[in-house]
Every structure is written in C-alpha cells, then in structure tokens.
C-alpha cells in the first residue's frame, strides 16, 4: 500500500503559469517536507512542515509556496514557474523529530516539465 | 568541508563483487545516519538506518567510526539488481538531514 502519495507523476506547465503540486500521506507522520531534486544532483529540501508550523530554507525562492491544510495532505505551489524550475519535486515524511531526525519517507515524485 | 560527502562515481563492478562506498560528514555530534537508494528517475527509498557503531541487512552492511566521522556501506555479492544511486544521509547541527550527492553503482555481467 502506498504511504505517501503525489500527484500528478508528471506535470507540463507553461512559464509563468502557476502549478500546485500535491502529497498525501497514511502514516500519520508529523513532518511533511518538500524537496526539489535536478539530474545528478542531491535533493535539495525547499521547506517543511512540523505539525503546521511551516519552516521555510533560508534560501527558497518565494516562488515557492506550501499549504498543509490538514495532517495528511501537504501542497507545493509555484507561483510563476520558470524553465529553472524544471526538475523532480519530492516529497517525504517522517516522525516528530527530536534531539535526533528520524528516516525520511518518500513519494514517487512529481516531476516538471515547465514550457 | 561540505556537510555530507561521497566517494565519486561511478563504481563499475562485475556480478558478485563486494563493493564499499564511504561517506564523511562534518557534524560530530552526529548519532543518525541513512542510507538510501535510488533508481534511475525513481524516489529515494531507505535502505539501512544507523544509530550506532554499525547495521547489517543481508547482503549490506553498514559501519560508522565516529573517530574518523565517515561512515560506509559494503555490499557483498553484488547483483545486477544492485546498479542504484545510494545517498548518505546525516544530520547537521541545526537537526536538519543533509543529503550527500550519491554515489552510482552499475553491476555489469
């Protein structure tokens, strides 16, 4: 059974043209992340969630936007999607963290194609 | 120093070879650490936790020395199912899992 879901697999958006990207998830997991990863590259964590306190990376463009209205879903919103932006955008979960994180959990990914 | 560093790749190994990858990280105070893998265009999916000197799954082990703060992974009878990225994965000091560049591994007949 899949534990953490996003949709769509793919996406084909236009430049400028705004995209929301969205995740889902049944383990029941405080923390929600989303991660942007291009080819051959690491993944680069864009921001969080713990509960809903929203942790934004210092260095996250503002054309990237997150929601999560309720435990199990969590939203990836780009305002204005440049050719930039193109890439696998990843989302995962994990258990509260504490003094240590705890493993990370990961949908299938989403990934852009921007126009 | 980057806060999580591989080995470069690629590893090109044949069928049945027991292959190890390092993984050095800045964070000393460290206790956590994963491994992951992934596939071509594919999510990262964990492949072994560890918490403390070391773990062993099957045919993959994994060993921490903190004295040294690297840790390894070593797969034995490599399969062709094998070929992956594999990422190490540790924490900083803010908490915050940091995600090395992964290291390739093609399994060749």
């Known amino acids: 059974d899949a534990m953490v879901i996003q949709n769509p697999r793919y996406q084909v958006t236009q430049f400028g043209k705004p995209v929301t990207l969205s995740c889902s998830q049944t383990?029941?997991?405080?923390?929600m992340y989303w991660y942007q990863q291009k080819s051959s590259q690491a993944p680069k964590l864009l921001f969080h969630?713990?509960?809903?306190?929203?942790?934004n990376e210092a260095d996250t463009p503002d054309n990237f936007q997150s929601r999560r209205p309720n435990t199990s879903f969590c939203f990836l919103d780009i305002r204005s999607p440049g050719l930039g932006d193109a890439a696998m955008y990843l989302c995962?979960?994990?258990?509260?963290?504490?003094?240590?994180?705890?493993?990370?959990?990961f949908g299938p990914g989403t990934r852009l194609t921007v126009t | 120093r980057k806060e999580v560093e591989q080995d470069p790749g690629p590893f090109n190994v044949p069928e049945g070879a027991t292959v190890a990858f390092n993984c050095t990280y800045s964070?000393?105070?460290?206790?956590?650490f994963f491994w992951y893998r992934q596939d071509c265009r594919k999510e990262p999916k964990l492949l072994m936790s560890?918490?403390?000197s070391g773990n062993e799954d099957g045919r993959f082990t994994a060993q921490l020395n903190r004295a040294s703060q690297y840790i390894s992974l070593l797969i034995r009878d490599s399969k062709l199912s094998d070929s992956a990225t594999y990422l190490c994965?540790?924490?900083?000091?803010?908490?915050?899992?940091?995600f090395g560049q992964g290291t390739e591994l093609s399994v060749k007949p």
């Open positions: 995962a979960t994990s258990r509260a963290t504490g003094k240590e994180p705890y493993e990370q959990y």
């Open positions: 383990l029941n997991h405080n923390v």
């Open positions: 969630y713990y509960d809903k306190d929203f942790n």
């Open positions: 964070n000393s105070a460290s206790q956590s």
């Open positions: 560890v918490y403390s």
């Open positions: 994965v540790a924490p900083n000091q803010g908490g915050k899992l940091i």
